[in-house]
């Protein structure tokens, strides 16, 4: 089979689909009905701070034939903050209406440029941002300039890359705010779940992201980008068809082999950047990385969007996919999410009245409740020696009570998996090798897994 899906027969998909059932572009939202309001953390104190008027997640989706209407206030389930680069900023509630479309197209033109600001929705209503954090080279002053920095921009010919840039400015989530609005710019699990811990921040200010890279399963369905096409998180099946097992799914994006910053990639001269050294690394640029299209023996590298079209379990017969870009320590990789261009047409609106004639969806009426759903949780990993993970990949429809237990049937640990929250995990640095059990319950139903703790 060809590495890649016709676009006509996604396109029919799409459209067969939103008639035969409903769109996963419909049923995925994460849907406020318990009233679970957002958290944060301040500056020196674990204990987070509850947010009484910000209401976490989506609060409505509605559609019609075209579209679906997201509103949601930009705040998370899982607790925000701090920031500790200094950042003054706090998420808010945005009460943002997005529009977005339900049959996507590509963009057979000029690809379009992702801008600085919001370029997708995450399920949960929290915005994706692309790489860029709005501060560039100014050669003028040979300094960063631009975005946070006062003084006005930098000449926009080398732009600096948020994520290494900003980490020490990131939270546990790896979020921040511009003004109120809190965003990722890249894969949104927590930073402690990595396999290379590279940011310190969860040690004390404990979060748990919008969920969690497991090798053993195929990402969850994580967003929508601004072009109607979905977001996954960082593992799918190797092939385009589905097959081939599951990998982590890689951008085609590399560093330059260069010792100066004159040209682009495609060799063109420009007006000098910094130098190469240890206050300005490769890779702390947009421009300092360049694009290898992926040969027909790499069908699990992306395209120049960082997406391809492929099988998906949402989307059995194929979708143009975008996946959030990892390495093999799982640290974020370039160009994380989506970009530096779209792949389809950049359509999403944001704001404006609903129109009318919409049908409302709730996700209590979705029929994933009737079977269970909302406890089958994957436990990870398994055995465990430090940490283990309880994640949704749903996000819950309601709060669940997680509880460790031992052999003898004691209560070791509890967390409550919030609504809409996707992931807790219990630090086992004081808990003893042996079998226990992992039960969970969300009021009705209970299922029990048994781990066990290694050390």
């Known amino acids: 089979m060809k590495r890649k899906l016709s676009h006509l027969a996604v396109t029919l998909f799409i459209s067969a689909s939103a008639i035969a059932q409903v769109s996963p572009a419909i049923s995925s939202w ?133 994520i290494p840039a900003e980490k020490a400015g990131f939270d546990c989530a790896k979020g921040h ?24 921040v969860c040690n004390l200010y404990l979060a748990d992201g919008l969920y969690v890279i497991d090798s053993t399963v195929h990402s969850p369905l994580i967003g929508y980008a601004y072009d109607g096409f979905p ?100 640290n974020s990789y370039y160009p994380y999410a989506v970009g530096p261009t779209f792949y389809g047409t950049r359509v999403v609106t944001e704001g404006g009245a609903l129109p009318g004639g919409l049908t409302t969806y709730l996700s209590t009426t979705d029929v994933a409740d009737s079977n269970n759903e909302n406890l089958k949780l994957t436990i990870y990993p398994n055995p465990a020696n430090d940490i283990i993970a309880i994640q949704s990949h749903l996000g819950g429809k309601t709060n669940r009570k997680v509880e460790l237990i031992d052999a003898l049937g004691k209560v070791v640990q509890t967390q409550i998996l919030y609504q809409g929250s996707t992931m807790c995990y219990f630090d086992l640095q004081t808990v003893y090798a042996g079998i226990y059990f992992v039960k969970v319950t969300d009021g009705d139903n209970i299922e029990t897994t048994k781990v066990i703790v290694s050390k």
């Open 231 to 330: 977001i996954y998180g960082a593992y799918g099946y190797k092939n385009a068809d589905g097959t081939g097992g599951l990998t982590r799914i890689k951008s085609s994006y590399s560093l330059r082999s260069i010792t100066v910053r004159n040209t682009y990639a495609d060799g063109s001269s420009v007006a000098a950047g910094p130098p190469i050294n240890a206050t300005y690394p490769l890779g702390r640029y947009r421009e300092d990385y360049m694009y290898t299209a992926p040969t027909s023996t790499q069908p699990d590298y992306l395209d120049e969007h960082n997406g391809r079209i492929c099988v998906t379990p949402e989307y059995p017969l194929g979708t143009y996919a975008y996946f959030c870009t990892v390495d093999a320590n799982w």
């Open 177 to 200: 705010p511009a003004g109120t609005n809190y965003h990722h710019h890249q894969n949104p699990s927590a930073f402690n779940l990595d396999q290379v811990v590279i940011s310190n």
């Open 30 to 162: 994460i849907q406020n009905t318990t009233g679970i309001t957002g958290r944060h953390y301040i500056s020196g104190s674990s204990t987070p701070i509850v947010d009484a008027t910000y209401p976490a997640n989506c609060q409505s989706v509605a559609y019609n034939a075209t579209h679906v209407y997201v509103s949601c206030s930009g705040i998370p389930a899982y607790v925000i903050g701090p920031y500790l680069d200094g950042n003054p900023n706090q998420g808010g509630n945005n009460t943002n209406l997005y529009k977005i479309p339900l049959n996507p197209v590509q963009n057979t033109g000029t690809p379009t440029a992702t801008t600085g600001g919001t370029i997708g929705v995450f399920i949960n209503g929290v915005s994706l941002f692309d790489y860029r954090d709005g501060v560039s080279w100014k050669n003028s002053t040979g300094a960063e300039a631009g975005g946070p920095i006062p003084g006005g921009p930098g000449d926009g010919v080398w732009n600096r890359d948020a």
